[in-house]
């Protein structure tokens, strides 16, 4: 069974930085493309950032370049999402999510989210 | 960036009727595509890939149509579990991106 869970959420003032982990268990971690989405309070899904099975190629939205970066650490299992200069904007729950291949995108199983709340 | 337009917004119906739900792309994205449901204080969960694929687990009641720019979810019979917000994705360019929702609600 595909498990995928996040910690690290929490409150955090405008311009301070967090660090998200996925822990995932149930598939071979390293062989599946990763990737974060946001929901803000009340608002609909947004990609954040995506990265490919061994680590090698990373991908941002625009909202979120140059401000967060995403690694995976493969031989613990684990995604993360490093954010600084964070905004009231980037208030949200954070899910990690599983994708369909090493460098497949097709994104199959998420996990719980992870509340972050940054305020002003 | 592609834009997804999902509509309408909000869908009322009641159990036992069929429900259409269309997403449009502002661009071509051939059948890379995936609809996903979504209930109150729950993540997301995948239902149909490949614009016409469904996942495992997920019941004949849900398919999935179209390719190209034009797509439609549509469930043959709503069960109760059925009514929750319904997000379109498209992975055929970066930055991937989500349609707004559909809520299917209760009539």
């Known amino acids: 069974e595909v498990r995928l869970l996040e910690s690290g959420g929490g409150l955090v003032q405008s311009g301070g930085s967090l660090r998200l982990s996925c822990v995932a268990s149930g598939f071979t971690f390293s062989s599946y493309a990763m990737t974060w989405v946001r929901q803000a309070p009340g608002k609909g899904l947004e990609w954040v950032s995506a990265?490919?099975?061994?680590?090698?190629?990373?991908y941002y939205a625009d909202s979120v370049k140059g401000r967060f970066t995403i690694s995976r650490d493969n031989s613990k299992n684990t995604l993360y999402l490093q954010m600084n200069s964070l905004r009231a904007e980037d208030t949200a729950v954070y899910y990690c999510?599983?994708?369909?291949?090493?460098?497949?995108?097709?994104?199959?199983?998420w996990g719980q989210g992870t509340l972050v709340t940054v305020s002003s | 960036e592609i834009v997804l337009t999902q509509s309408p917004a909000t869908l009322s119906l009641s159990p036992g009727e069929r429900a259409t739900l269309s997403c449009r792309a502002s661009q071509t994205i051939s059948s890379y595509l995936g609809w996903y449901q979504q209930k109150p204080g729950q993540a997301p969960r995948l239902l149909i890939y490949?614009?016409?694929n469904r996942a495992t687990g997920i019941p004949a009641r849900f398919s999935g149509s179209g390719s190209g720019t034009d797509f439609t979810l549509t469930i043959s019979s709503l069960e109760p579990e059925d009514f929750a917000v319904y997000y379109c994705q498209q992975r055929s360019n970066w930055p991937l991106t989500f349609g707004g929702g559909t809520k299917v609600e209760i009539k």
């Open positions: 999510a599983k994708t369909s291949g090493y460098s497949e995108y097709r994104i199959d199983y």
């Open positions: 490949g614009a016409s």
């Open positions: 990265i490919n099975g061994g680590g090698g190629s990373t």
